[in-house]
């Protein structure tokens, strides 16, 4: 026999050797098997294959969330697309933000439709009721069926029933989708033109930047925001990571890489038995390495904004003001499972530890006396009770939704005159621009 064919018996044989001693050594995926035949044999429901598969992987992620992994997640293939929009910060759809609100709960659109989008261009306003999606209610749906109705294929038809805010009867508009991308980069106030003012207008030599989520565009923005910035004349910026829950690992990475000096640890990266996966470090080719910087932060930043803001705290690059982060050390993977990856495992694979050496993450029970999440430096904690939080919100959804395209500080201006309200005061902001102020 030819030593060429010797060699191949010889592999299969050592592969197959190694299948089946995995297979030994761990019979549950045969059990496993052997009891999704059994179900598709003999149950008296002719369960498709698909339920089936879905409901066996949502099982064993259970099992992971009832140890304490609260974050990873089986997603399903009619959610696997909105999902994925998400992180590429784009999808066909028509340029509305919406909100479901009210008991029993109502789709709201929240503000005027992006510039320039199949909304922008139609009879669509802030606060119009959105009843039915292609002549189906929404009442009862939750908001991923919302998303999945709502988007689709850039080029394909869609017709809203919406009844227009302080008016009775509904009305019908078709509209065709387009291309729609979802910024991470916010600034204070829109222009006229629906673009960001990102420089403070009462001090414009500071730049005040607010990222809402880490996405696979979010460096490009941020560093194109930076460059013309720069060219302005800024000194000083301010990172607003207040309700960002994170995102991307990488963008996170790379975020901080552009205001730090050479070799600087940005995250370290742990598997099982806190063995090192990945060590990031600062490539030293930023070009903001001089700025000072201000990071925002409060008990809903997550995950990569608490690697951005550990990362600047603990080589001193940055002041870090608010309250105490949300606690979240972990990182996810996302795996395509199912048939041509149609479905998706969100899995937790490994945690994250800041250049100090500290896990951030909370573990379920652990309260307010243990250590975790990041701490605003001493000196600059801006708490905030149930109630100013909830005034923040609205302070911040009225300066980025003006009605009727005014200018956000007049629309803010003349509800709270016309309230009584006391003018809301974003103490944190306030903080980090006096503190800016003192460096310059």
Known sequence: MPQRNLLVIFLVATFSYV????????PYARYTSASYRLIDDWALDDVPAEELFAGAVGGMV??????????????????ANAFA????????????????TGDPTQLVVVGPPEPGTPAFHADIRPGDTITAIDGKPTVGWDMLKILRHMRGEVGDPVELT??????????????????????????????ADGDWQFRLAENSRIAYIRIIHFGDKTVGELSKALDELSTEGIDAV?????????????????????????NQGIVETRGRDRQVLDRYVSSGQGKYQDFPIAVLINQNSASASEIVAACLQD???????????????????????GSR???????????YWRPDGQNIHRMPGEGEDQAWGVY????????LDEQEYRAFRRYRSKRDFPVNHASAKEASEAEEGNSGATPFSDRALERAVEHLQSLL
Request: hydrophobic share 35%; glycine share 10%; with cysteine.
């Open 341 to 351: 990856g149609s479905s998706l495992l969100k899995l937790t694979s490994a945690s």
């Open 315 to 337: 080589h001193q690059r940055a002041t870090i003001i608010g309250q105490r982060s949300y606690g979240k050390g972990t990182v996810q993977r996302v795996l395509e499972v």
């Open 162 to 191: 919406l009844v227009h805010s302080g008016e009775n009867q509904p009305v019908t508009i078709s509209l065709v989708r387009e291309v729609i991308t979802l910024d991470s980069i916010l600034g204070d106030l829109r222009n």
């Open 376 to 383: 605003p430096d001493e000196g600059y904690e801006v708490p």
């Open 19 to 26: 299948c089946y001693v995995r297979t030994d050594q761990n």
């Open 85 to 100: 929009a998400e992180m590429r910060q784009q999808f066909g759809g028509i340029g509305i933000r919406i909100r479901l």
């Open 238 to 262: 301010v990172l607003d990571l207040r309700d960002n829950a994170g995102g991307a690992l990488q963008a996170a990475v790379a975020t901080c890489d552009m205001f730090l000096e050479r």
């Open 62 to 79: 259970n099992v992971l969330r009832r140890r304490g992994d609260e974050h990873s997640r089986y997603i399903t293939k009619q959610n």
